[in-house]
C-alpha cells in the first residue's frame, strides 16, 4: 500500500505527462520540470493543482489564480528559452503581497506560509528576455521560515538531485525528505552506512555555528566532509545517535566555506526523515581574545562554557575539542606559575597562549592535576600577557567551572619538609597515602635520576627492622622523581632514584626527598608509601626444613604466623591467614608434584623461585614459580611443574583470612 506522498508524487508525474504533451513550442521545459520534480519529491514534497503555462515579452506579466489551503506552499516558475530574468510575487485573496522571489535568474521560486484557505494570485513577470514559462505548486518540506524558503526555492530551481556531483543546496530551516530516492555511493567513519544517501551542500560565506538534526524513520546517520564531496578522508565530524538509537545530530563551528552533508542510513536502512537546519554567526577566537576577562593572582573565577563555541584546540586531552572560555594573565616578572581548572559538568583541559589567537604560542597544556576533577598547569613562565582557556576532553561537554591562578618566586619561598630539619615524618610500618607541593619549595636535593635546579622536599623514616620499603605516586601536577638517603643531602648515600622506590632496607633512619624530574616541574603530589617486614620472611625461609622425593608431610599452619602473601589466595589486602615454609633442593632440572590436603579449610600452595621477591619486581607473581588454591575441590590444592635446577620454597597457606588448621603435604619427583 502506498503511502499519501508517494501518491501525491505519482499523481503530479501523471500531470506533468499530460502537460508536457500537450506542449508544442516549450518541450526543451520537460528535462528541467522532470529534474524539478525529482528532487522535491526525493525532499518528501508533493504537487498539487495544475501545472500553468504561458508566453510572456519583456516588461509584461501574467496573473495566474492558485488555490491554496492554509499551509506551506511551494510555487516554481520556470522560464524557457530567451528568458533571462523571471520574477513571481504572491498575492492573497485581498490583494495584499505574501512572498516575492528575490532572484535573478530565468526562473523564480518562493515558499509562503499561509494562515487561511482560498484563491490567491501568482503574479509572473518578464524582468528581462522573452519567452514561455512553466509553473507548478507543491506542499510539504521546509517551515515557514523565510530562510527555509529561499533554500527550498535554490534546491528547487537548481534541479539537485541530491548526490556530490548534484547536491541539494542547504541553509538554515527544516524540511522533509526521504533517502530511498538517493544512491548509495558514500559512507560515514562512525558507523556502517552503505545505504542510500542524500547530499546537501552548504556554503558559509563566515565563521558559523552548524547545527544539523535528523529525526528520521530509520536508523540515521550524519557527516560532514569539507571541500571535496567525494573524498571520504575530508570528512569533518561524523555522527550515528544521539540521545536516540535513530536520531542524529551535529553541533560544529565551521570556518567561511563549502560543506557537503550527508544524510545516510546505518547498515541498508533508508526512509523518510526529517532535518532541521541552525546556523548562527560566530565571533572570531581573535573578537573573543579582545573580550577576555582577567585573572587575577590567587582569586578564583568563575564561569560557564555553556553556550560557547570550540575556539581553540591543544597540544593535550585530545585535542580539547570541547567548547572554552578565555581569560587573560598578566606576569610582572618571571616566576613560577601554577593555574588549576575545575569542573564538575566536564572532563576539564587548561592551555596557555602567549598570543590569544596563535596555535602555535602555546606555552603549556594539562588535563591532568590533583583530583579527577582538576586540570593543572605548573611551571617557569617570562614575564608577559598570557591567554588561558578553560577547555574540555570532549566534544559537546560543557559547563560551569573554577580557575585559579597562583603565581610565585622562580626561586621559590617557604614549603612544608622543605629542608632536612623540617623533614616531614612518614609511616614506619605499613601501608599509608601521603601528599607534598612543591610549588613554594627550594631546591635542595638531586639524585642521579633527576632533579638538578628543581624544587624539593623531604620526608624522614625510621625503619625499626630489616623491611621491604615502597613508594610510589598516585597523583601529580608536575613530573616529580623520588630520590631515597642513607644521610639527608648527601647524595653518596642514594640508595634508590625514579618515579618509584622498592628497596629492602636495614633497620635505621632514611630520608625520602620528592624532587622535580627536572627543572620547572613543580606542584601537589600524592604517593602510596609501604614499609613491610621481611625478617620474618628471610627466619622462616633460613628454617625451612627440606622436603625430599616420595615424603609426605602433616603438619598444622594454627599459630604458624602469617609471613608470606600469594598470587593465587585472594586480595593480597586480604590474606591474613597464617603460613608454614618448605625447602625444595634440586641439583638437576626436575619435574615435581607437590598435593596438598587440608581437610578443615581452604588451603593455598605456593612454590617461589625465591624467598624474597626482587626489589622493583611487579608484585608476588614475580617470586613464585608455581600457585594453586582449589583443584579438586576447596579442600585440595596440587602443582604438577617442570623446575631448573636451584633452591626453591614452599608455602603452605590459607585462602584470605580464617583459614588455617591441619594438613598433609606429598612431594614426588616424576621421570
Known amino acids: 500500500m502506498r503511502s499519501p506522498w508517494l501518491r501525491r508524487a505519482l499523481a503530479g508525474f501523471a500531470v506533468l505527462s499530460a502537460a508536457s504533451c500537450a506542449s508544442t513550442r516549450g518541450g526543451e521545459l520537460e528535462p528541467r520540470y522532470v529534474a524539478v520534480h525529482n528532487a522535491l519529491a526525493a525532499m518528501g514534497l508533493a504537487q498539487v493543482g495544475p501545472i500553468q503555462r504561458g508566453s510572456l515579452a519583456t516588461g509584461r506579466e501574467a496573473r495566474l489564480p492558485i488555490e491554496l489551503a492554509a499551509q506551506c506552499t511551494t510555487i516554481i516558475a520556470l522560464g524557457g528559452v530567451g528568458v533571462a530574468d523571471l520574477d513571481a510575487a504572491l498575492l492573497d485573496p485581498d490583494g495584499k503581497p505574501v512572498a516575492h522571489d528575490t532572484t535573478r535568474d530565468p526562473q523564480a521560486a518562493l515558499r509562503a506560509c499561509v494562515d487561511r484557505p482560498g484563491v490567491y494570485t501568482l503574479v509572473v513577470r518578464m524582468a528581462e528576455g522573452a519567452g514561455e514559462f512553466i509553473e507548478a505548486t507543491w506542499t510539504g518540506g521546509a517551515g515557514p521560515g523565510a530562510a527555509a524558503a529561499t533554500g527550498l526555492a535554490t534546491a528547487t530551481a537548481s534541479t539537485a538531485r541530491g548526490t556530490c556531483e548534484s547536491p541539494i543546496p542547504l541553509v538554515a530551516g527544516s524540511l522533509n525528505a526521504s533517502t530511498a530516492h538517493g544512491e548509495s555511493e558514500h559512507e560515514g567513519s562512525c558507523a556502517s552506512s552503505g545505504s542510500r544517501e542524500l547530499v546537501y551542500k552548504l556554503d558559509l560565506p563566515s565563521r558559523q555555528r552548524v547545527t544539523v538534526e535528523v529525526d528520521p524513520r530509520f536508523d540515521a546517520v550524519l557527516y560532514v566532509r569539507k571541500d571535496d564531496c567525494a573524498d571520504a578522508d575530508s570528512e569533518l565530524v561524523c555522527n550515528d545517535d544521539v540521545g536516540h538509537e535513530r536520531k542524529s545530530r551535529i553541533d560544529e563551528v565551521f570556518d567561511p566555506g563549502t560543506y557537503y552533508v550527508f544524510v545516510d542510513g546505518y547498515a541498508s536502512e533508508s526512509g523518510v526523515f526529517h532535518m532541521t537546519v541552525a546556523l548562527a554567526d560566530t565571533p572570531t577566537l581573535a573578537e573573543v581574545c579582545q573580550r577576555s576577562r582577567p585573572l587575577q593572582n590567587g582569586v578564583p573565577s568563575q564561569g560557564t562554557t555553556n553556550g560557547s563555541f570550540d575556539f581553540a584546540h591543544a597540544s593535550c586531552g585530545d585535542s580539547a575539542k570541547g567548547p572554552d572560555a578565555v581569560h587573560r594573565l598578566d606576569v610582572g616578572q618571571r616566576s613560577r606559575l601554577r593555574v588549576v581548572l575545575h569542573s ?88 599509608h597515602a601521603a601528599a607534598g607541593d612543591t610549588f613554594l619549595a627550594r631546591d635542595d636535593f638531586a639524585g642521579k635520576c633527576g632533579g638538578v635546579g628543581a624544587a624539593d622536599v623531604v620526608y624522614k623514616v625510621e625503619v625499626p627492622r630489616r623491611s621491604r620499603v615502597s613508594a610510589r605516586f598516585t597523583r601529580q601536577e608536575g613530573r616529580h622523581v623520588f630520590v631515597l638517603m642513607r644521610t639527608c643531602g648527601d647524595r653518596g648515600s642514594e640508595l634508590g632514584c625514579g618515579a618509584a622506590i622498592d628497596e629492602i632496607l636495614s633497620p635505621g633512619t632514611y630520608w625520602l626527598a620528592v624532587d622535580g624530574a627536572r627543572e620547572g616541574s613543580l606542584g601537589r603530589f600524592t604517593f602510596d608509601w609501604r614499609v613491610r617486614e621481611v625478617a620474618t620472611q628471610e627466619a622462616a625461609c633460613r628454617a625451612a626444613p627440606v622436603l625430599f622425593a616420595g615424603q609426605t608431610a602433616t603438619a598444622s599452619t594454627s599459630g604458624a604466623g602469617d609471613k608470606f602473601t600469594t598470587s593465587c589466595g585472594g586480595r593480597e589486602d586480604t590474606q591474613t591467614s597464617p603460613d608454614r615454609t618448605y625447602r625444595l633442593v634440586l641439583p638437576k632440572r626436575t619435574h615435581v608434584r607437590l598435593a596438598l590436603a587440608t581437610p578443615a579449610w581452604d588451603g593455598v600452595l605456593a612454590i617461589r623461585k625465591s624467598c624474597l621477591e626482587a626489589p622493583g619486581a611487579n608484585g608476588v607473581r614475580s617470586a613464585e614459580a608455581a600457585c594453586n588454591n582449589d583443584s579438586d575441590d576447596t579442600h585440595h590444592s596440587r602443582v604438577d611443574a617442570t623446575l631448573d635446577e636451584g633452591t626453591y620454597y614452599v608455602v603452605v597457606d590459607g585462602h584470605a583470612g580464617g583459614n588455617e588448621g591441619q594438613f598433609t603435604l606429598e612431594y614426588k619427583t616424576l621421570p
Not at 597562583?406 to 605499613?430: F, I, T, Y
Open 344 to 431: 564538575d559538568d566536564f572532563a576539564p583541559v587548561v592551555h596557555l597562549r602567549r598570543a590569544c589567537a596563535d596555535e602555535a604560542s602555546e606555552v603549556g597544556c594539562a588535563n591532568t592535576g590533583g583530583t579527577d576533577d582538576d586540570a593543572a598547569f605548573v611551571g617557569v613562565v617570562d614575564p608577559g600577557t598570557y591567554a588561558v582557556f578553560a577547555d574540555a576532553n570532549e566534544r559537546d561537554t560543557s559547563g560551569r567551572y573554577s580557575l585559579s591562578a597562583e603565581v610565585a618566586p622562580e626561586q621559590g619561598s617557604v614549603a612544608p619538609g622543605d629542608a632536612c630539619a623540617d623533614a616531614l615524618p612518614l609511616a614506619s610500618r605499613g601501608e
